[in-house]
């Protein structure tokens, strides 16, 4: 076996270990997080030029994409937050105590 088979087969054995729930979550915080650095990078640059200019910057297509999907992934990684709680409250904490 070639050594980039292998490499393969490591890891697709290691992403196979998660359940695709967790595959999920970790997708929409990889767009969050990569939409926050492009917003930063095109939108907002973290120098004096970016200060001055950020009013202008901010205002072409690439920009309110960039605002948009970050509400968005911020909307569902809150959601996953709340379901994930609530899943854990329930089946975790207060259904031994239904059940006793």
């Known amino acids: 076996m070639s050594f980039y088979s292998k490499t393969w087969n490591n890891i697709y054995d290691f992403i196979s270990k998660f359940n695709l729930p967790v595959i999920f979550y970790l997708s929409w915080i990889f767009i969050h997080y ?3 650095q ?3 990078y095109y939108c907002s640059p973290n120098t004096h030029y ?6 202008f ?3 072409p297509e690439q920009c309110s994409v960039f ?3 970050i509400d968005e ?3 569902a990684i809150y959601g ?8 854990l409250m329930v ?3 207060l259904y031994p105590y239904i059940l006793s």
Do not use: D, E, H, Q
């Open 57 to 59: 910057l901010s205002l």
């Open 73 to 75: 992934t911020n909307n």
């Open 50 to 55: 970016g200060i001055y200019f950020a009013p």
């Open 91 to 93: 089946s975790k904490i």
């Open 34 to 36: 990569t939409s926050s």
């Open 80 to 87: 996953m937050w709340i379901a994930g709680c609530s899943w």
């Open 67 to 69: 605002r948009c999907v």
């Open 38 to 40: 492009l917003y930063i």
